[in-house]
């Protein structure tokens, strides 16, 4: 059974840092991207970071280039992302997300975890 739980959601203040957790099980890590996204109240949900499987290559969205960084390891079947310098437009619900390692841009991914919310107050 796969599944991927987040943690470490919060509230945090303007210029704040968290870090995201998220614990995968039930598939082959290393065989699977996996991709952090993000849904404000009342907005659709974006893209805000992906890595590759060996940890080698990551993308961003803009809105969060040079403030967040995500990272894995493969060891512990996990997945982070670094928020720092949170801005009140960073509060979402972040979920964390899986696709098979062949399946190419981020519009589909294969697993959803549950979510964990953030709030950065002004």
């Known amino acids: 059974q796969v599944q991927l739980v987040e943690s470490g959601g919060g509230l945090a203040q303007t210029g704040a840092s968290l870090r995201l957790s998220c614990a995968a099980s039930?598939?082959?890590?290393?065989?699977?991207?996996m991709g952090w996204f993000r849904q404000a109240p009342g907005k659709e949900r974006e893209f805000v970071a992906r890595?590759?499987?060996?940890?080698?290559?990551?993308k961003y969205a803009d809105s969060v280039k040079e403030r967040f960084t995500i990272s894995r390891d493969n060891a512990k079947n996990a997945v982070y992302l670094q928020m720092n310098t949170l801005k009140p437009e960073d509060t979402a619900d972040y979920y964390c997300?899986?696709?098979?390692?062949?399946?190419?841009?981020?519009?589909?991914?294969?697993?959803w975890g549950q979510g964990t919310r953030v709030t950065v107050s002004s």
């Open positions: 890595i590759d499987g060996g940890g080698r290559n990551t």
């Open positions: 039930g598939f082959t890590f290393g065989d699977y991207s």
């Open positions: 997300a899986a696709k098979i390692w062949w399946r190419s841009g981020d519009s589909k991914y294969d697993h």
